[in-house]
């Protein structure tokens, strides 16, 4: 026998609706607990069991908060640095302590996700899963057809090529690139190696996640839905169509 808290309770607190709608979602099959479908009635433990509705996982422990924040240029994406300077986890809450959710360069601005939901992070970060991270760059010059299409193919960098992006030139000198992959200044490096150095680098979403209302050095915390979103966005990849 479980022992713990009904199913329904847990999934209303996590903000999936009202008890009822949650005890709906059971009887229609849509919950699994630990791999298997559950029934009503079924108890769970929220900080080991593993809850998935529509085969998306719940963040149902206790505690656990994902902040969206525009880090500002000049801010390091670390939980501390040597060197002293200001760093993103001094612009959130200090309780619960999160972490940044993979880096942005100091000097790139632009949209991060700070968490303390292991799981989560792991899947916006690991290469298998592939979140689409959209940048505008202001770049020196501006890039021809040609060399846009090198960024859509891939371009070769001294760590090897590049997996096919999208790219457009949205004014002279302004490209906006998506990427799914996260090497160490990734972007830079890539309108660096067609001829056209980056002057100004800014992150404006994170799978589906964009918000511009959010000014530099503010932040907010994500609802369920958006934590859902990206765990929707954060499903094993194949392909990617550029």
Not at 30 to 39: K, L, M, P, S, Y
Not at 102 to 109: I, K, Q, V, W, Y
Request: proline fraction near 7%; charge should be neutral; aromatic fraction near 2%.
């Amino acid at each position: 026998m479980h022992e713990g808290d009904r199913l329904q309770k847990v999934l209303a607190a996590a903000g999936l609706g009202s008890r009822r709608v949650c005890e709906n979602m059971i009887e229609d099959e849509r919950v699994t607990v630990n791999g298997e479908v559950a029934v009503l009635g079924r108890r769970v433990d929220p900080e080991t069991d593993r809850i998935e509705v529509d085969g998306l996982r719940v963040p149902v422990r206790p505690g656990l908060v994902t902040y969206l924040l525009n880090k500002p240029r000049g801010v390091v994406s670390t939980a501390s640095d040597p060197q002293g300077r200001p760093t993103v986890v001094q612009l959130v809450p200090a309780e619960p302590r999160v972490f940044p959710v993979g880096r942005l360069d100091t000097d790139t601005e632009g949209l991060l996700l700070l968490t303390n939901d292991g799981d989560l992070a792991h899947r916006l970060t690991h290469p298998s899963f592939g979140v689409d991270k959209e940048y505008l760059a202001e770049v020196d010059g501006s890039p021809t057809p040609a060399q846009l299409r090198r960024l859509r193919e891939g371009v070769e960098l001294d760590d090897g090529m590049t997996a096919p992006a999208k790219a457009s030139l949205v004014a002279p000198g302004a490209v906006r690139l998506v990427i799914h992959e996260g090497r160490n200044r990734q972007v830079r490096r890539m309108c660096e190696a067609i001829g056209h150095p980056v002057r100004r680098l800014v992150r404006t979403r994170i799978g589906p996640l964009a918000d511009r209302r959010l000014k530099p050095g503010e932040w907010r915390v994500l609802d369920t839905d958006e934590v859902r979103s990206l765990e929707a966005a954060a499903l094993p990849r194949t392909t990617f169509e550029a």
